[in-house]
């Protein structure tokens, strides 16, 4: 079974600086997906990043962008400029190829963004 | 506008008692999920379905039950079976036809938190 471990309960950073987040995973898998969501105070999660694990480059969407580092299971979170709408909790998920396949979560990294 | 609709919001239950929490999508989605989420331990899930009239447990699927009797329809009851119902639930729908850069992406409601007296 996979597994997903976020080791940083909790972090915070100061407005317009940059924070990274750590993710670490364990599977025996070759083809897989790996996400980033966000759950903001308001609860709603949403997607912010997704890497195919057959892609050698590095996921990129505006200010996030990810590490992945296939052979140490490693899947980082950089927030790039952190704004105050960055305050959330932030999870790491895993899906491994296939039809129907689930996604499974780490239990998540609480970001504070200070101004 | 598309999207996933949970409801209640809030549900206070009282020991001994069944509660239904209801999730509607009208995303087209084939696959619905409910996940359980608790302080410090992230979404577990607790069942999912990939077709109409047929689901899945998932990890901690005991003192709950589903049905699937249409596509955009996936409730959850909590029965008096689960020892420790508080939490918050989240229901979760995704597009299994997608491929490519798109796939995998799961579209959730806002959530239920229910409150055992």
């Known amino acids: 079974a996979q597994t997903v471990t976020q080791s940083q309960p909790e972090m915070s950073v100061q407005e317009a600086e940059t924070v990274t987040l750590s993710c670490t995973y364990d599977t025996s898998e070759s083809n897989y997906y790996l996400f980033w969501y966000k759950q903001p105070p308001s609860r709603q999660m949403i997607l912010v990043i997704r890497q195919e694990a057959y892609k050698q480059q590095n996921a990129t969407e505006n200010r996030f962008s990810v590490n992945f580092q296939k052979a140490a299971k490693s899947f980082s979170l950089k927030i790039s400029d952190s704004q105050l709408g960055d305050t959330a909790m932030y999870f790491c998920?895993?899906?491994?190829?296939?039809?129907?396949?689930?996604?499974?979560f780490g239990a998540g990294t609480i970001l504070r963004v200070k101004s | 506008d598309g999207g996933i609709t949970q409801s209640p919001k809030y549900l206070f239950r009282k020991e001994g008692q069944n509660v239904t929490l209801s999730c509607e999508q009208n995303l087209n989605h084939d696959a619905m999920y409910w996940y359980r989420q608790d302080p410090g331990q992230g979404l577990r899930l607790i069942y999912y379905?990939?077709?109409?009239?047929?689901?899945q447990k998932g990890d901690i699927a005991e003192g709950y039950s589903v049905s699937r009797e249409k596509k955009e329809s996936f409730p959850l009851t909590v029965t008096s079976a689960q020892k420790n119902p508080t939490a918050f639930y989240l229901c979760?729908?995704?597009?299994?036809?997608?491929?490519?850069?798109?796939?995998?992406?799961?579209?959730f409601g806002e959530g239920s938190r229910l409150t055992v007296l």
């Open positions: 379905s990939q077709i109409v009239n047929d689901f």
């Open positions: 979760a729908s995704r597009d299994l036809s997608r491929t490519g850069p798109n796939t995998g992406e799961l579209f």
């Open positions: 998920a895993f899906m491994k190829l296939g039809y129907g396949n689930k996604l499974v």
